[in-house]
């Protein structure tokens, strides 16, 4: 799959490679960053360039996970967004924003934008946000950006060699008021 660009009102969301790989050392040096992701800790600048010029590509190419930088038109680094695709019409989100641009809904908008695009390009029917119990920062980024909190899984997540439990939520179609690709018949109560 070629790499794809996608802009909001005040993003512009695109894949990484090379030319990203100090910005995205630089932010990976947050605490938060590392304590709440799975990036190593600690993060060197082989990290970065592995990812920006190996892992990102590979993604890409084979289809598996979709990652976009976002940036604002200053060409600031403000968050990595990823698709890692889990089965048919199903993949899994993932965040993380820069500490400098945190707290203006930036997150939230790119979330939006992506799930959108996955939606209706990609034939998504099904968006998955998971994140370690207490990442209480991503849960509020997924809750304004509409997903439906789902429950907590045990021992579902491995961060750094450690399992742990996991808060998971999704987003579907219908909640941005798209049509599914497949017919839903949700539960009855």
């Given amino acids: ?15 990484v490679g090379p030319q990203d790989t100090d910005a995205v050392h630089a932010a990976c040096q947050d605490p938060d960053i590392q304590r709440w992701t799975t990036v190593p800790s600690p993060y060197s600048p082989e990290h970065a360039r592995g990812f920006t010029e190996q892992m990102v590509p590979a993604g890409w190419a084979n289809g598996t996970m979709l990652t976009f930088g976002v940036f604002l038109p200053t060409g600031d680094l403000v968050a990595m967004l990823g698709l890692t695709m889990l089965s048919l019409g199903t993949a899994e989100i993932g965040f993380w924003g820069t500490k400098e641009h945190r707290g203006r809904g930036y997150v939230t908008e790119a979330v939006l934008a992506v799930s959108r695009w996955a939606f ?31 429950g907590t899984l045990r021992s579902a997540i491995d961060n750094k060699g450690v399992r742990r439990d996991c808060w998971v939520g999704s987003l579907l179609p219908s909640d941005l008021g798209l049509p599914s690709t497949a017919p839903y018949l949700p539960a009855r109560p």
């Fill in 120 to 150: 209706t390009r990609m034939s998504l029917d099904r968006v998955e946000w998971r994140a370690e119990v207490g990442n209480t920062a991503s849960r509020a980024v997924a809750e304004r950006a509409g997903f439906t909190m789902e």
């Fill in 1 to 15: 799959m070629e790499p794809h660009t996608l802009t909001t009102d005040r993003l512009l969301l695109r894949t």
